[in-house]
C-alpha cells in the first residue's frame, strides 16, 4: 500500500512538471529568431497585355521593398554597396509576403504589396558588407526654413519662402523623418526679423516650444551674391548640432534646382539621424538571464519584447525548471546598453553568479 501511495505521488510529480513543460511550450517561443522588419504598401502597376506576368510584377515588388528598406536602415553613403544585390538573395530574406490589394482598372493592373524581411538574415548581409545599419525609428520634427536675404535684407519664414512652400510636396515611404512645418505666426516671424543679425546664437526654444515636439531642424539660408550658407540647428533628444555648410549660389526662382536641393538636405538630415541609431553588429555579447515563470503572462510578454528589439540578435530558451527559465541572449551592443534598453522598457535585472536575474 505505501508502494502504491509513493508511486502515485511521483505520478502526480511527474504529471504537474510535464504540465509546466506544456504552459511554457504554449507561452514561450521555444527558440525565437530574430523579427522581420515590414515593408507594406508596395505599390506596383503594369498595363494588362498578352505576355502579362503576375509573378514577374510581384518580383519586382521584391526588389522594390528591399530597396525601401535599405534606405531606411543604411546611409547614403553605403547603399551604394548594395547595387548588386540579386533578386535570388532578396528572396531568399524574405520571410513573408502578402498581396493587400490587386485591381484591373482599363487594362491597368495595379497591386500593393506587403513584405517581410527577417531581420537576423538582412544584419547578416550588411556585416558581409562591412556597414553599420541603424534602427529604423520614425521620427517627428519640427523643421523651420529661414532665408536671410543678405543683398535685399529681407527674411522670408512662410509663404513667400519656397523651401517652406515645396519643402513637403514630395515625401518618400522610406523617410524616417516627418517634418512638421510651423503654422504661419506673425509674432513668430517679427521675432526673428528683431534677432536677424544675431541668429546663429538665437535660442529657438520660443518657437518650437509652442507645438510640444522637442525635436528640431532650424535651417537658416544666408544669401549673398557670392554663394549661400547654410546653418543646420539640430536638436534630436536633447543632442544639440551645429552644421555649417556653404555652396554656390541656388537659383531660388527655378523649382527644380530647388527640389534637387531639398532631396539632398533631406538626404543629409536623413543620414544625421541614422548615424545615431547605429547599430555595430558585429558586436555580438552573449548574456544569460534569468526569468521567474511562476507567470507565464508576464513570461509571454517578455518573450514579444526581446523578439521587437532590434538590438536583439537574438534569444532562446537555454533550460528551464519548475522555478525559472533561462534565456540565452544575443545583443548588439554593451552590457550597459542592454540594461539602458530594458530599463527603457521597464525590466530591471541584478548580476547573481554572471546570471542575470530579472527583477
Do not use: H
Not at 72 to 100: A, G
Not at 314 to 320: L, Q
Amino acid at each position: 500500500m505505501k508502494y502504491i501511495f509513493q508511486n502515485l505521488k511521483l505520478t502526480k510529480l511527474y504529471i504537474f512538471f510535464l504540465f509546466l513543460s506544456v504552459l511554457n511550450i504554449f507561452f514561450s517561443t521555444g527558440i525565437s529568431l530574430a523579427k522581420t522588419f515590414s515593408i507594406n504598401d508596395v505599390e506596383l502597376s503594369t498595363p494588362f497585355e498578352i505576355n502579362f506576368d503576375k509573378n514577374k510584377i510581384i518580383d519586382e515588388g521584391f526588389v522594390q521593398a528591399f530597396n525601401q528598406l535599405m534606405l531606411s536602415t543604411v546611409q547614403s553613403r553605403d547603399y551604394q554597396k548594395l547595387k548588386d544585390i540579386r533578386l535570388n538573395q532578396i528572396k531568399s530574406m524574405i520571410e513573408t509576403f502578402s498581396i493587400k490589394e490587386e485591381k484591373f482598372v482599363n487594362e491597368i493592373y495595379y497591386i500593393k504589396l506587403n513584405v517581410s524581411f527577417n531581420k537576423k538574415i538582412i544584419f547578416d548581409l550588411l556585416e558581409k558588407k562591412n556597414i553599420f545599419p541603424s534602427l529604423p525609428v520614425k521620427k517627428d520634427i519640427i523643421f523651420m526654413p529661414i532665408i536671410i536675404d543678405q543683398n535685399k535684407k529681407q527674411v522670408k519664414m512662410f509663404s513667400d519662402n519656397i523651401i517652406y512652400d515645396q519643402w513637403n510636396l514630395n515625401t518618400k515611404q522610406y523617410e524616417l523623418l516627418n517634418y512638421i512645418l510651423p503654422t504661419e505666426d506673425l509674432e513668430d516671424l517679427n521675432l526673428i526679423k528683431k534677432n536677424s543679425e544675431n541668429l546663429e546664437n538665437f535660442k529657438f526654444s520660443e518657437i518650437v516650444k509652442k507645438y510640444n515636439i522637442e525635436n528640431y531642424i532650424i535651417s537658416i539660408f544666408f544669401i549673398n551674391s557670392e554663394q549661400t550658407r547654410i546653418l543646420n540647428k539640430i536638436n534630436f533628444d536633447n543632442k544639440k548640432t551645429l552644421k555649417n555648410t556653404s555652396l554656390k549660389n541656388i537659383d531660388f526662382n527655378n523649382n527644380n534646382e530647388v527640389n534637387k536641393f531639398i532631396e539632398i538636405l533631406k538626404i543629409t538630415f536623413e543620414d544625421y539621424w541614422k548615424s545615431q541609431n547605429e547599430i555595430n553588429t558585429s558586436v555580438k555579447l552573449p548574456l544569460t538571464i534569468s526569468v521567474d515563470n511562476s507567470n507565464n503572462i508576464k513570461i509571454y510578454q517578455l518573450e514579444k519584447k526581446l523578439s521587437n528589439m532590434d538590438l536583439i540578435y537574438n534569444f532562446y530558451i537555454y533550460k528551464f525548471d519548475n522555478k525559472n527559465n533561462i534565456y540565452k541572449i544575443i545583443f548588439n551592443g554593451t552590457p550597459d546598453k542592454f540594461i539602458e534598453v530594458m530599463k527603457n522598457n521597464n525590466y530591471e535585472f541584478e548580476t547573481v553568479n554572471k546570471i542575470w536575474v530579472m527583477k
